[in-house]
């Protein structure tokens, strides 16, 4: 088997890592543990991420990606999201943050729905949902800091 960009290994990632004929390189990721804070509505979702054709036999070069999901039925204004977002670039205050998303009531009564990847920040009134989602993506997050970011 020549291991290729539509290959899927499940178990031995470095099985890739050793092929010769490897022309690309893969992301893989192993799922870790969840963890759920009662009453808060905050879900933390932990995995570990590779880069397969850069992993070393000694795994330091790993990198773990965490997310911190929130539900919310705080009402927001599409300046408050988005100034919140542009501070998520704040690496000793947040964590390193690679992605965030979510759907908000806005005080109007309608909904926000927002993205972020670090230089650009996305908000726009969107389609209603039934509560308020935001979720965080990185590693090393700072799941207080950025509860508190975001009010909630």
């Not at 988005?82 to 965030?100: H, I, K, M, P």
Request: glycine share 10%; proline share 2%; net charge negative.
């Amino acid at each position: 088997m020549q291991p290729s960009v539509g290959t899927i290994v499940r178990g031995d990632v470095f099985r890739l890592n050793a092929a010769p004929d490897v022309r690309y390189g893969a992301f893989a990721w192993l799922q870790n543990e969840h963890s759920t804070q009662e009453g808060s509505g905050l879900i933390t979702f932990n995995f570990t991420l590779f880069y397969v054709d850069r992993l070393t036999a000694d795994r330091s070069n790993e990198t773990e990606v965490q997310s911190v999901g929130i539900e919310t039925s705080h009402k927001f204004t599409e300046e408050q999201i988005e100034g919140a977002l542009n501070q998520l670039s704040d690496f000793t205050t947040y964590g390193q943050v690679l992605r965030a998303k979510g759907i908000v009531e806005a005080e109007s009564g309608k909904w926000i729905h927002f993205d972020y990847v670090p230089g650009e920040v996305d908000v726009r009134e969107g389609s209603a949902a039934t509560t308020g989602m935001i979720c965080v993506i990185g590693a090393g997050l700072e799941e207080d800091a950025v509860k508190e970011l975001f009010g909630v």
